[in-house]
């Protein structure tokens, strides 16, 4: 599937500050604790603690490290030097500057056990939580790639490039509707299949197809109309399909293929969807390249 579903609010909040946090989320992210004091206490000098304790705020409320380490809203830097006793922040625009700022990411992913998704465990991890929660939720991709944002937030990996994330989503979706239709095809006997593909065409060229007939529901209330719509069920039923088991496909993905049943439109199925194609189980996980930002 395209890479496209990203609204532009999500691509521009990936990673960056968009705002001043709430009060809940300052005090979630921002306060520094007993063990925070000791870490930053061991720096020289006010910006060098500063800068420490900005670092460590970001990535635990963001989940990355800005590019640009003063990239931070004045609120959020006063609310942070307060606690420092920091009365002076001007000189934060001067953290920028020099290698200071990677020594400090650098002790930070360490003291605090944060990971890279390029890390085979983590990245295994996280492809098999993706590929399980899309089985079971049938969620929009745009919400799985917020759910991905969290879990990678939860577990101390730092989020990477953006283009990474949504290709990987995309490619999780994509083996799951695989699944959805092997799982589908493996419960229908040959004649079940030829005639379920009967219904996909016409009775005459240029005419609806018999699924496009007989999803069309009666219009209104009247006595015809009742016997039109017993007749449709009779001959529903006797297509043999009523009683195939479908225990073993989420009921989440069940209401997404009847919904689709009802509106969709002939067309040739993508090479996921074709019935005689095997289904793959999730790669060993994500093909990662770094922090590339889109």
Same mark, same amino acid.
């Given at each position: 599937?395209?890479?496209?579903?990203?609204?532009?609010?999500?691509?521009?909040?990936?990673?960056?500050?968009?705002? @001043?946090?709430?009060?809940?989320?300052?005090?979630?992210?921002?306060?520094?604790?007993?063990?925070?004091?000791?870490? +930053?206490?061991?720096?020289?000098?006010?910006?060098?603690?500063?800068?420490?304790?900005?670092?460590?705020?970001?990535?635990?409320?963001?989940?990355?490290?800005?590019?640009?380490?003063?990239?931070?809203?004045?609120? @959020?830097?006063?609310?942070?030097?307060?606690?420092?006793?920091?009365?002076?922040?001007?000189?934060? @625009?001067?953290?920028?500057?020099?290698?200071?700022?990677?020594?400090?990411?650098?002790?930070?992913?360490?003291?605090?056990?944060?990971?890279?998704?390029?890390?085979?465990?983590?990245?295994?991890?996280?492809?098999?939580?993706?590929?399980?929660?899309?089985?079971?939720?049938?969620?929009?991709?745009?919400?799985?790639?917020?759910?991905?944002?969290?879990?990678?937030?939860?577990?101390?990996?730092?989020?990477?490039?953006?283009?990474?994330?949504?290709?990987?989503?995309?490619? +999780?979706?994509?083996?799951?509707?695989?699944?959805?239709?092997?799982?589908?095809?493996?419960?229908?006997?040959?004649?079940?299949?030829?005639?379920?593909?009967?219904?996909?065409?016409?009775?005459?060229?240029?005419?609806?197809?018999?699924?496009?007939?007989?999803?069309?529901?009666?219009?209104?209330?009247?006595?015809?109309?009742?016997?039109?719509?017993?007749?449709?069920?009779?001959? +529903?039923?006797?297509?043999?399909?009523?009683?195939?088991?479908?225990?073993?496909?989420?009921?989440?993905?069940?209401?997404?293929?009847?919904?689709?049943?009802?509106?969709?439109?002939?067309?040739?199925?993508?090479?996921?969807?074709?019935?005689?194609?095997?289904?793959?189980?999730?790669?060993?996980?994500?093909?990662?390249?770094?922090?590339?930002?889109?």
């Amino acid at each position: 599937m395209p890479v496209d579903f990203l609204t532009a609010e999500q691509e521009a909040r990936y990673g960056r500050y968009t705002g @001043v946090p709430s009060e809940a989320e300052l005090a979630q992210y921002f306060y520094l604790d007993a063990h925070d004091q000791t870490l +930053i206490g061991q720096r020289r000098g006010d910006l060098s603690r500063l800068g420490f304790a900005m670092h460590l705020c970001t990535v635990r409320f963001l989940g990355t490290f800005l590019p640009d380490p003063i990239g931070v809203p004045p609120e @959020v830097v006063a609310y942070v030097a307060a606690q420092l006793l920091i009365t002076n922040t001007n000189q934060f @625009v001067l953290y920028r500057e020099g290698h200071l700022r990677y020594d400090h990411a650098a002790e930070i992913r360490y003291r605090y056990s944060y990971h890279e998704v390029t890390d085979r465990a983590e990245g295994l991890a996280l492809a098999r939580w993706l590929y399980a929660r899309a089985w079971l939720s049938a969620e929009r991709p745009g919400a799985l790639f917020e759910a991905a944002v969290t879990w990678l937030k939860t577990h101390q990996v730092l989020l990477p490039g953006i283009t990474i994330l949504d290709r990987l989503v995309a490619r +999780i979706r994509d083996r799951v509707a695989e699944r959805v239709w092997q799982q589908l095809a493996r419960t229908l006997s040959p004649a079940q299949e030829a005639t379920l593909e009967i219904l996909l065409l016409p009775a005459e060229e240029g005419q609806p197809t018999q699924l496009e007939r007989l999803r069309r529901a009666p219009t209104r209330a009247s006595a015809p109309a009742l016997l039109q719509a017993l007749a449709r069920l009779e001959e +529903i039923r006797a297509l043999g399909v009523g009683d195939l088991d479908l225990s073993g496909i989420p009921p989440s993905r069940l209401k997404v293929l009847a919904a689709f049943a009802l509106t969709g439109k002939r067309a040739d199925p993508p090479p996921h969807a074709r019935l005689t194609a095997r289904c793959h189980p999730p790669g060993v996980g994500p093909h990662t390249g770094g922090h590339r930002a889109r």
